[in-house]
C-alpha cells in the first residue's frame, strides 16, 4: 500500500475505490482562501482532490488569524496561497496544488480558463469580482458552488444549501440579485449557494464585519461536500 493509498483507506470504505478515482481525477479552482475557501481547500485535498488551483492576492494579516485556516501568530505578512499550498502539500505530497497569487476581476477574469475545470468554488467577498466569476463559470461547463455572506453569524442551525434564486435573508445574496437585474446580464444555468438567514449586530462602528471560525468553517465544509457529492453521484 503505498503513503496516498494509506491516507484515503477510510475514504474509500465510505465511497469505494471508483468514486474516490474519480474525486482524485476531478480538477478544481478555488477562488478565495479566507475564512470560508481556505477550509474549503482542506477538506477537499483530505477528501481525495488531487488537481487544486487556489487563488487570493492577500497575505496573513493579525486580523486573519481568528478564522482563516492557514492564519497563525507564525505565518504573518506570508501570502496566504503558498502558506495554504504548503500545508495542503502535508496531507497529501502527491496532489498538485497551483497557488496563485493574483485577484480575479474584469481585467484577469480570462487568464483562469474555468473551461479547463470541472468544479469552481466561489469564496470571494468583492460583490463586483463574485458576480462576474458567477457569470463566467456559469458559461464555462464547469459545475459552480458559491459561498454567500459568512459574517455577523453566529448560529451554525441556520447554515443552509439552496438554488441561488431562492436564497433568503442573506444580504450578499439580494445585492448580488440587485446587481444582475441592474446589469440586465443573468447567470445561465442555476447554482447551489452555501448562507445563513442570520444576521448578527456587530459591536463596533459597522466598517468591518465581525466574523468566527466554526461558522466560516462549517460555511467551507459544505462547499466541499457539495462538490463530493456531486462526484460520487454522477
Not at 101 to 128: G, M, P, R
Amino acid at each position: 500500500m503505498t503513503t496516498e493509498q494509506a491516507i484515503f483507506q477510510r475514504t474509500e470504505l465510505l465511497l469505494g475505490r471508483e468514486a474516490l478515482e474519480r474525486i482524485g481525477r476531478q480538477r478544481v479552482i478555488v477562488f478565495g482562501v479566507g475564512g470560508v475557501g481556505s477550509w474549503c481547500a482542506e477538506s477537499l485535498v483530505r477528501s481525495g482532490v488531487r488537481h487544486l488551483t487556489i487563488v487570493d492576492f492577500d497575505r496573513v494579516d493579525i486580523s486573519n488569524v481568528n478564522r482563516q485556516l492557514m492564519a497563525t501568530t507564525q505565518s504573518l505578512g506570508q501570502v496566504k496561497v503558498e502558506v495554504l499550498r504548503n500545508r495542503l502539500l502535508t496531507i497529501n505530497p502527491a496532489a498538485e496544488i497551483t497557488a496563485l497569487q493574483t485577484v480575479f476581476n474584469e481585467q484577469t477574469s480570462t487568464d483562469f480558463h474555468l473551461e479547463s475545470y470541472d468544479y469552481v468554488i466561489d469564496a470571494i467577498d468583492s460583490l463586483k469580482a463574485k458576480a462576474l466569476l458567477i457569470e463566467m463559470a456559469c458559461r464555462s461547463g464547469a459545475r459552480l458552488f458559491s459561498s454567500m455572506g459568512a459574517a455577523q453569524k453566529i448560529d451554525t442551525t441556520r447554515i443552509g444549501v439552496t438554488e441561488f434564486w431562492k436564497v433568503t435573508g442573506d444580504p450578499l445574496a439580494r445585492a448580488l440579485r440587485h446587481y444582475f437585474k441592474r446589469q440586465k446580464h443573468y447567470p445561465q444555468s442555476k447554482f447551489l449557494c452555501v448562507f445563513s438567514d442570520e444576521l448578527v449586530p456587530n459591536h463596533g462602528d459597522g466598517k468591518v464585519c465581525g466574523t468566527l471560525a466554526h461558522i466560516t468553517a462549517i460555511f467551507g465544509f459544505t462547499l466541499a461536500g457539495l462538490l463530493i457529492k456531486d462526484v460520487v453521484k454522477s
